[in-house]
């Protein structure tokens, strides 16, 4: 199973740091990545890393200001973001895919194998 924490309250041009602990499956043999979703649009893939590897991939919107890590002592994935937007606004979902490699992020969801439970994140002045 996934558990994503770390979500919270934050102004523009803030940070916040999301984890994502992992449990239960041989986390080196995953990929994990990071989704979002705001309300009233749809789910959006934001970043994902490789377990094996450490590749990473990341959504336009968030280039520059996020950074994806894992640390596999923990089995846990996070996801640095800095210089928040309000647009940045949504519910953040972390997800495993039994891949050595990331999906692209516009993969249908359901490729994944495990999915975190949500972690909202508001930007607002």
């Known amino acids: 199973q996934l558990q994503a924490s770390g979500g919270g309250y934050v102004q523009p041009g803030g940070s916040l740091r999301l984890s994502c602990a992992a449990s239960?499956?041989?986390?080196?043999?995953?990929?994990i990545g990071w989704f979002r979703q705001a309300p009233g649009k749809e789910r959006e893939g934001v970043s994902c890393i490789s377990s094996s590897d450490g590749s990473t991939d990341y959504a336009d919107s968030v280039k520059g200001r996020f950074t994806i890590s894992s640390d596999n002592a923990k089995n846990t994935v996070y996801l640095q973001m800095n210089s928040l937007k309000p647009e940045d606004t949504a519910v953040y979902y972390c997800?495993?895919?039994?891949?050595?490699?990331?999906?692209?992020?516009?993969?249908?969801?359901?490729?994944?194998?495990?999915w975190g439970q949500g972690s909202l994140v508001t930007v607002s002045s």
């Open positions: 997800a495993a895919d039994f891949s050595i490699a990331c999906a692209p992020l516009t993969a249908p969801g359901e490729i994944y194998d495990y």
């Open positions: 239960g499956f041989a986390f080196d043999d995953y990929a």
